[in-house]
């Protein structure tokens, strides 16, 4: 059969006008679409999540008096500690808006927090992404930076009404300007590759050549906080070696991630105060 | 409206679902499953070309919607695939569960490998091989042991709107 007779056949005749339909179809449209047909299946996972809660409520009420007494003490050490970093922390925002004053330097970007239960985690082969609780509702905006208490969780890449999708940190769809700590020489972080069965991990290119890390000496990376979606100073991971490019102009490497970033429950989204200032 | 896209659409959206909820629990480990080639079977053996296609197309583009491909990259995929599995199906055979099974696994396994041009990454660059087979493996055997179910659910669906698909493929213009 010749290719003309093939394409002639009507099943591809049909299948060529769905997709010359498809291609000719109003972007405005297929965003509607994409939105609407997402938000059809939102509550089926919003439903599993609040099961996962209900059921995790329940394993919680099998626990012991006792048990639960202990848990209340140790919170509240842990409370008393974070009552005065609190207070430290005032302190220092203090010292760094009379710094800035007296030296008349731009002010930081600052944030409001927002925490969300996550609703789905996807660890696929080629992305990585989270489902989390809170949308529109909650004034998040695409790009917003998302951390936990281990560090950079990854960034808001989309938002609906009561949902958000974060690609994570450990995505290779995700890129971020990093600094070793100690360190003010930016270089660039991507996520993945990730092996199976193990924690999540990313890579540096870009390294100046006199940073150093081994997998008996890690180096602890920070965001630089360029590009105005992160602020400076919050943990990436740990790079494991460094070897030089093939330019041999600088380095580049491994870096482990947070092993709690496969099993997150919840997180803080950094919603900018001033966003124009950013 | 004809109940069979719809029972089906909703199956596919269903089979999402539970796909979306397995991963959430296999990301500990962390592994994935891909089980979009479960979609394809009960269209490609069962269904008339014109049914088949919009159900195949509005499946993709659920499927679509929750994932960070050009939206309507699978529906498109999910057609071609069901164009051409509906073309050559007269020369294969089609009754029990065996052809299910294996049409769903090598639908699967070419939807599995088309994702990263989907999704704009380099084969091998974002992924290391092991993790490509692992979850390449686990995606197989879990659509291998999930087919004859789908199949079943769908077809049961189907019946309690009225229509019985072994019956209609054997009726003239039917898939048999």
Redesign the interface.
């Known amino acids: 059969m010749s290719p003309l007779q093939f394409i002639r056949q009507r099943p591809f005749a049909l299948l060529g006008v769905v997709g010359l339909l498809w291609l000719l179809t109003p972007v405005a449209l297929k965003r509607l679409a994409r939105v609407s047909l997402f938000e059809f299946g939102a509550p089926a996972d919003f439903a599993a999540s609040y099961a996962r809660d209900l059921q995790q409520y329940w394993s919680l009420r099998t626990r012991s008096t006792n048990e639960l007494l202990q848990t209340a003490r140790d919170l509240a050490n842990l409370n008393a500690s974070y009552e005065t970093r609190i207070q430290e922390n005032e302190t220092l925002r203090e010292e760094v808006r009379r710094l800035e004053e007296a030296l008349h330097l731009p002010s930081n970007p600052e944030y409001r927090t927002e925490i969300a239960r996550v609703v789905r985690r996807d660890f696929g082969t080629w992305s990585q992404r989270l489902v989390i609780r809170k949308g529109r509702n909650a004034g998040l905006p695409v790009g917003a930076p998302v951390i936990f208490s281990g560090g950079v969780v990854g960034r808001v890449a989309e938002v609906y009404a009561y949902t958000a999708a974060v690609d994570l940190v450990s995505s290779p769809t995700l890129r971020i300007a990093a600094v070793a700590d100690g360190d003010s020489r930016p270089f660039s972080f991507e996520g993945g590759p990730n092996p199976p069965f193990t924690q999540a991990r990313g890579s540096v290119e870009f390294v100046p050549l006199d940073v150093y890390a081994s997998p008996e000496a890690p180096k602890r990376i920070v965001t630089a906080g360029l590009g105005g979606v992160f602020p400076a100073g919050i943990v990436i991971g740990y790079i494991q070696n460094l070897e030089l490019d093939t330019g041999g102009l600088f380095k580049s490497g491994a870096v482990l991630l947070d092993p709690r970033l496969n099993e997150l429950h919840e997180v803080a989204v950094l919603v900018p105060l001033n966003p124009e200032q950013q | 409206m004809d109940p069979r896209w719809i029972v089906i659409v909703l199956a596919n959206?269903l089979l999402?679902?539970l796909g979306?909820?397995i991963?959430?629990y296999?990301?500990?480990?962390?592994?994935?499953v891909?089980l979009l080639g479960l979609c394809l079977p009960v269209a490609g053996l069962r269904l008339r070309?014109?049914t088949g296609?919009i159900a195949m197309?509005l499946s993709g583009?659920?499927v679509?919607?929750?994932r960070?491909v050009p939206?309507?990259s699978t529906?498109?995929l999910l057609?071609?695939l069901f164009?051409c599995w509906?073309?050559v199906r007269s020369r294969l055979p089609r009754d029990g569960v065996a052809p299910v099974v294996v049409g769903a696994l090598v639908a699967n396994l070419i939807l599995?490998l088309a994702?990263?041009f989907l999704?704009g990454?380099p084969l091998a660059?974002?992924?290391?091989w092991?993790?490509?087979v692992?979850?390449l493996l686990c995606s197989q055997v879990v659509v291998a042991l999930l087919a004859p179910w789908f199949l079943a659910l769908q077809e049961q669906a189907l019946l309690l709107r009225g229509v019985n698909l072994a019956e209609e493929v054997r009726e003239p213009g039917g898939a048999l």
């Open positions: 959206a999402a679902f979306g909820q991963n959430h296999l990301a500990h480990l962390p592994i994935s891909f070309l014109r296609l197309f583009l659920f679509d919607a929750a960070p939206f309507g529906a498109l057609a071609a164009t509906h073309a599995f994702q990263p999704l990454a660059g974002s992924a290391t092991g993790r490509l692992v979850d």
